[in-house]
């Protein structure tokens, strides 16, 4: 520990400085502002090993490692395009994308309500909780099961590219369009995650179930249920990422003059590629906080699987 100690505690102020170095003398540095930068990012790195490998894991130790990671990376960004001059229509550097965020908070919350809120969210619930109930049928039905999963794997496998413009025609250029391609994304996933989470449980315990006279609905609420949660969590997790991905990318083929995919179609356009990483970042942010949520539920829901343990 005390190797430890020692290597973080030269490793940190030495990442500060040649970071503090590099973006100093950045502008018009060509490769000497990129030799600092990479000063930076090597002891930023000895300093993130200090952390992950020799420290406990637990508070804020956990945290440091990601965050400072998080730091290297826009150091490393913000100096290599200032030093190198590479031109904003390009790349532009982190620091003109937060201006253009703090300049356009109101756009990029509108734009976010638009996107999220009604197209993303709404086709999650819908589609999640479709799933879910047509997972139950499947499980019942042994006909569903062999005629509905691979037509569902089938739909599944289509392309959202070719398959998000018929239903903006269907469903019109407003939100629902976006949430019904949501529907189509998420539906699959959650329904193949579901009817293996239902089917997780022993024959011995379906057996020790049926010794007690439970029905197939005590069954299903008492056992199978509670079995398949940790299958169940893992399709709301993919499901989140695919929701935000499928509202954007219907957005390109019609959309009011709202949302993220429309601001970023129409910004590519007018070479505004800050306002583009802008959105992408507000993306990110989001989508992240979505899939932590359902991470931190999930640990409290599934505290009794091996997964949640250590």
């Known amino acids: ?5 020692k290597s973080l505690g030269l490793s940190l102020p030495g990442f500060v400085l040649f970071a503090a170095l590099g973006l100093s003398v950045a ?3 060509g490769w000497i502002g990129v030799a600092l930068a990479v000063a930076a990012v090597v002891l930023g790195w000895l300093a993130i090993r200090g952390l992950a490998t020799h420290f406990d894991t637990q508070g804020w130790a956990r945290l440091g490692a990601p965050i400072l990671l998080g730091l290297l990376i826009l150091v490393l960004w913000e100096v ?3 030093a190198l001059a590479v031109p904003f229509v390009i790349l532009p550097p982190p620091s003109a994308i937060a201006v253009k965020m703090s300049t356009s908070l109101p756009i990029l919350w509108a734009d976010m309500v638009q996107t ?3 197209g993303a969210l709404t086709g999650y619930v819908m589609g999640c909780g479709a799933a879910f109930l047509t997972a139950v049928a499947i499980d019942r039905s042994p006909f569903l099961q062999r005629g509905l999963l ?6 599944a496998a289509l392309p959202i590219i070719g398959t998000a413009p018929i239903l903006v025609m269907w469903f019109g250029f407003d939100w629902q369009s976006k949430a019904a391609v949501v529907v189509v994304m998420v539906f699959f996933p959650m329904l193949v995650n579901t009817v293996a989470g239902l089917s997780e449980t022993t024959a011995m315990q379906r057996d020790l179930m049926h010794t007690y006279a439970a029905s197939y609905r005590q069954t ?3 056992l199978r249920l509670p079995a398949a949660m940790p299958f169940v969590f893992n399709g709301l997790k993919i499901s989140s990422t695919l929701a ?5 990318v219907a957005e390109f083929f019609g ?3 709202l949302g993220m995919g429309f601001r970023i179609s129409t910004s590519v356009g007018q070479l505004a590629l800050d306002m583009v990483w802008a959105e992408i970042v507000v993306a990110a942010i989001v989508g992240s906080a979505f899939y932590g949520s359902l991470a931190i539920i999930e640990k409290g829901v599934t505290f009794w699987h091996p997964s949640q343990r250590g």
Not at 1 to 5: G, T
Not at 150 to 155: A, K, R, S
Not at 244 to 248: E, K, P, S
């Open 1 to 5: 520990m005390n190797a430890a100690v």
């Open 27 to 29: 502008d018009g540095s």
């Open 80 to 82: 290599t395009v200032r």
């Open 116 to 118: 999220v809120v009604k």
């Open 150 to 155: 691979p037509v569902g794997n089938f739909v």
């Open 220 to 222: 299903l609420f008492k």
């Open 244 to 248: 935000l991905i499928g509202a954007i």
């Open 255 to 257: 959309s009011p003059t």
